[in-house]
C-alpha cells in the first residue's frame, strides 16, 4: 500500500475515532451485538493485512510500522477498539510499545466494564492474542499470569493459540502450567502445542516433538473418541518424561543426541563459486553431528539453484543446479552410504568435495572422515577445515 494511500485512509477516519487516537479502546464486551462496524477500519485492515492462503501477510504493516510508527499505531488501536484479533495479532509481529496502554486496558476487567478479553464466541480468540501481544510489546513485563487461565478454556481453540504462544512467555511462570496441560487436556493438538512450546522453552533439541519418538508416541492418540483412562496414563507419562528432560537441560547437561524423522539438509555458502550442503543432523541441544557434508564447486561464479532438504524419502537425491551444471549425490540414512552417478563412495567417508567443470563434468576432489560433530552456533566450514589439511587443500578460497 502506498504511503500516499495509507494517508488518505487515515484522513477518512470518522471525527469520533480521530478523537480518541491516544485514547484506550472504548469499554464493553467485544460480542456485544450493538458493537458497531466500523468500514474504515475494514478497508485498511484488508489493503494493509491481505489475508493469503497461508493465513494473513503482515508484512506490509511491518514496513509501515518501521517508517511511519504513529499512522500504523493510530490504525492499530482502531482495530483494538473493535476487537479485531487482527489488529492483535499486528501487535505481535509489529512490537509497537506506543499500544502497551491499551494493551494493558483490555487485560484489567476493572477498565473495561467487564473485560473485553471475557469476549466469547467469534470473539473468543481475541483474549489469546491480546495477551500474546501485549507479552510481545512489553518483554520487560511477565505477563505469564495472563496466559496461564487461557490454557484451561473451555474453547479448544483458544487452547491451542495459548499453547503455541507459551514458547514467548517467561519459562518460570509457565512451564508447570504447560506439564499439566500435556497432563491432562483432553485435545491432542493442545497437548502436542504444549509439548512443542516446553521444548524451545527448556532449550531441548530437536524442536519438533515428533522427532522424539517415544515422547510424540505417549502425547499422540486415540484416533476416535474421547480419552479414555489409560490415555491419560499416557499422558501423564509424556510429562513425567519432560519434566525429567527440562530438569536435566536446567542442571546443564546436554540433551540426549536424536536424529529427525525427516532427512533434512542444510545449505552452507563456502565463496561465490562453492556451497556445502550439511545433511542429515543427529541433533543435541549442545551440537549437531552430520551423517554426510558435501561441498560442491563450480568453474566460476554464477547462478545458482539450491535449497535445503527435508524429505522423508530414504535414499533420497541431493540436487544442485551450479553456474557450470548440475549435480545429484544420492544419500541412503539406511545404508549409511552416498553414491555419485553409479560409483559409491568410499565406505565410512562422511565429506564430500566435488568440481564442477566448464563442461558440467563432475569430479570428486577429495573424500575423508573428519569429526562432524559440530558445537551448536560455531561455523560448520570452518570447524571441518581445520580438522584435515588436505580439506583445506581442495576447499580453496
Not at 279 to 297: G, I, N, P, Q, T
Amino acid at each position: 500500500m502506498s504511503k500516499l494511500a495509507v494517508v488518505a485512509v487515515v484522513l477518512s477516519l470518522s471525527a469520533t475515532a480521530a478523537a480518541r487516537e491516544d485514547a484506550a479502546p472504548a469499554a464493553g464486551r467485544c460480542d456485544d451485538p450493538s458493537r458497531p462496524v466500523n468500514a474504515d477500519w475494514q478497508r485498511w485492515s484488508r489493503e494493509t493485512m491481505p489475508i493469503a492462503p497461508d493465513g494473513v501477510d503482515f508484512s506490509r504493516i511491518k514496513k509501515l510500522a518501521a517508517s511511519e510508527p504513529a499512522t500504523a499505531e493510530r490504525m492499530l488501536r482502531l482495530g483494538l477498539s473493535l476487537c479485531d484479533p487482527i489488529a492483535a495479532q499486528a501487535v505481535t509481529v509489529t512490537k509497537l510499545r506506543g499500544l502497551v496502554p491499551e494493551l494493558r486496558a483490555l487485560l484489567d476487567p476493572a477498565k473495561v466494564g467487564g473485560g473485553m478479553v471475557r469476549a466469547a464466541g467469534r470473539f473468543a480468540p481475541f483474549r489469546v492474542d491480546v495477551v500474546r501481544a501485549v507479552n510481545a510489546a512489553d518483554p520487560a513485563t511477565d505477563y505469564a499470569p495472563y496466559l496461564v487461565p487461557l490454557l484451561s478454556d473451555r474453547d479448544r481453540n483458544v487452547r491451542i493459540s495459548a499453547a503455541m504462544g507459551a514458547r514467548r512467555f517467561r519459562k518460570d511462570g509457565i512451564t508447570k502450567p504447560l506439564l499439566d496441560t500435556v497432563r491432562r487436556d483432553k485435545e491432542y493438538l493442545v497437548r502436542y502445542h504444549a509439548a512443542q512450546s516446553l521444548l524451545e522453552l527448556a532449550d531441548i533439541y530437536p524442536r519438533d516433538i515428533s522427532d522424539h519418538r517415544r515422547l510424540f508416541e505417549a502425547i499422540s492418540g486415540p484416533l476416535d473418541g474421547p480419552p479414555a483412562a489409560r490415555d491419560f496414563d499416557r499422558y501423564a507419562l509424556a510429562a513425567r518424561m519432560m519434566e525429567k528432560m527440562i530438569s536435566e537441560r536446567a542442571a546443564g547437561k546436554c540433551s540426549e543426541s536424536v536424529r529427525p524423522a525427516n532427512i533434512r539438509g542444510d545449505v552452507l555458502q563456502v565463496s561465490n563459486r562453492m556451497v556445502a550442503v550439511a545433511v542429515d543432523a543427529a541433533e543435541s541441544s549442545c551440537a549437531k553431528e552430520f551423517a554426510l557434508v558435501v561441498f560442491v564447486e563450480a568453474a566460476s561464479a554464477g547462478q545458482w539453484a539450491v535449497s535445503g532438504v527435508e524429505t522423508t524419502r530414504d535414499p533420497t537425491n541431493i540436487e544442485l543446479t551450479t553456474p557450470s551444471g548440475p549435480v545429484v549425490v544420492e544419500y541412503s540414512r539406511g545404508a549409511a552410504t552416498a553414491r555419485l552417478g553409479g560409483a559409491q563412495l568410499p565406505k565410512g567417508d562422511n565429506v564430500l568435495v566435488l568440481s564442477v567443470g566448464r563442461d558440467g563434468r563432475v569430479t570428486p576432489r577429495w573424500t575423508g572422515r573428519l569429526d562432524t560433530r559440530i558445537t551448536r552456533g560455531d561455523d560448520v566450514v570452518q570447524a571441518l577445515l581445520q580438522q584435515s589439511p588436505g580439506l583445506r587443500q581442495a576447499v580453496k578460497p
